[in-house]
């Protein structure tokens, strides 16, 4: 599954004014929505580069603050808990294209959140028009999470009615009890049907705790980032921006919102300052990372659901006592790069990787100035949750 080949990483430079020569943009986007300038200009400071809500009377906006916007339109989308209706939607769509599709904020389409795999095949008729009038642009459709069984069948079915240029779905695993290994397992399969559809795919990650799910920390943050971009992951959302219940999908009031990057009245949290730290390391990765092709990931300690732990063809062999994941890629150079994640959410580990075929040299890219450095294993610390990407020459 190669990074770079993804329409949407093309897409959003070009409306933005980048050239091919200039440096790639990871797709952050805040699974929310925004309905004044302040809100946009935090999300725009915070690194956010994409929002999954807006009404059409805000794409000017969005493209004043540098954010990509997937388009939402009750004509299109209907309701959230009814069966979408593929006709109503075929019919309305074209307008909506012809009237906001030249904007330059205008990144996809809003189809359907966490549908019903019966509603694919109405599904499949969206798809059609804004692949079809739309070309380029994302025809929106994020999954529900593996809740028990079949979700391979799932995705396969899912790709094969709707033809979807991208995969994405949610996984929020800060819990009560700690950090959900369904996270892993969830992703080891979504990574498997993107790799055997040849499609990125996207992860959406808790920002905000409401219900259940615990106060968050910075480890929290990074772990659930690196961790999605060890598997390969070709964009990130994060649900939620604000502290506040998502109106515009006539969702209920779900209460409880807490501690996202701003509050309940727009004011920013420690949790805005952990995630901007975070999205600014990403986009300083995402030149070398956007140019590499998933082959593997595993884990050092326990084994969550799905996954499984080095091998023979594995570039690591063995690292230092603690919990570990590692993604093995290729970069399109033909180089072999491993990203190595601290999966502690409590300890700093050192990283000190033993691989399989001794390199003559290893680098990694720093997250804080974006530069190949040489990697002096013997001084190299993880914090908890954090990541390396690192570059092997091998013999």
């Not at 004509?75 to 307008?95: K, W």
């Not at 498997?192 to 990125?200: F, G």
């Not at 091998?311 to 290729?330: A, I, M, R």
Request: hydrophobic share 40%; net charge negative; with cysteine.
């Amino acid at each position: 599954m190669t990074l770079r080949n993804f329409f949407l990483v093309s897409s959003f430079l070009c409306a933005f004014g980048a050239t091919a020569g200039e440096t790639p943009v990871f797709p952050l986007m805040a699974w929310d929505y925004a309905s004044d300038e302040a809100t946009l200009q935090s999300m725009h400071d915070c690194g956010i580069n994409v929002i999954a809500f807006a009404r059409t009377n805000m794409l000017e906006a969005c493209a004043r603050h540098g954010i990509g916007a997937i388009v939402y339109d009750d004509s299109v989308v209907g309701g959230r808990d009814g069966i979408f209706d593929g006709d109503h939607a075929r019919t309305n769509l074209p307008a909506l294209i012809a009237r906001v599709n030249n904007l330059p904020a205008v990144y996809g389409y809003h189809i359907k959140d966490e549908p019903d795999p019966r509603e694919f095949p109405e599904l499949a008729k969206a798809v059609a028009v804004v692949k079809q009038l739309a070309p380029g642009k994302w025809p929106y459709i994020n999954l529900l999470p593996d809740v028990g069984g079949s979700y391979d069948k799932i995705l396969d079915d899912f790709v094969a009615t709707c033809s979807p240029t991208a995969l994405s779905y949610d996984r929020y695993c800060v819990v009560d009890s700690g950090f959900d290994t369904a996270f892993w397992g969830n992703l080891f399969e979504m990574r498997a049907a993107a790799v055997r559809h040849q499609l990125p795919f996207w992860n959406i990650v808790l920002t905000s705790p409401h219900w259940y799910f615990r106060e968050l920390t910075p480890a929290d943050i990074r772990l659930q980032i690196w961790g999605s971009l060890a598997y390969g992951a070709s964009g990130l959302s994060f649900y939620k921006f604000v502290s506040r219940e998502l109106s515009e999908i006539k969702a209920f009031d779900l209460g409880n919102f807490r501690d996202g990057p701003l509050d309940q009245f727009g004011e920013k949290t420690p949790t805005w300052d952990w995630l901007h730290n975070s999205l600014r390391q990403v986009q300083n990765i995402a030149p070398f990372y956007l140019k590499l092709h998933s082959d593997d990931v595993y884990h050092f300690g326990p084994l969550p659901p799905h996954n499984h732990g080095p091998s023979e063809t594995t570039l690591v062999k063995s690292l230092p006592d603690g919990e570990w994941v590692v993604g093995d890629f290729t970069h399109e150079d033909g180089s072999r790069w491993v990203m190595i994640v601290n999966r502690s959410l409590s300890h700093s580990r050192p990283c000190t990787p033993e691989f399989n075929i001794k390199p003559s040299s290893v680098e990694y890219v720093s997250p804080i100035t974006g530069e190949l450095k040489p990697y002096f294993m013997e001084y190299y610390w993880l914090a908890p949750g954090q990541a390396v990407l690192l570059k092997l020459t091998l013999k």
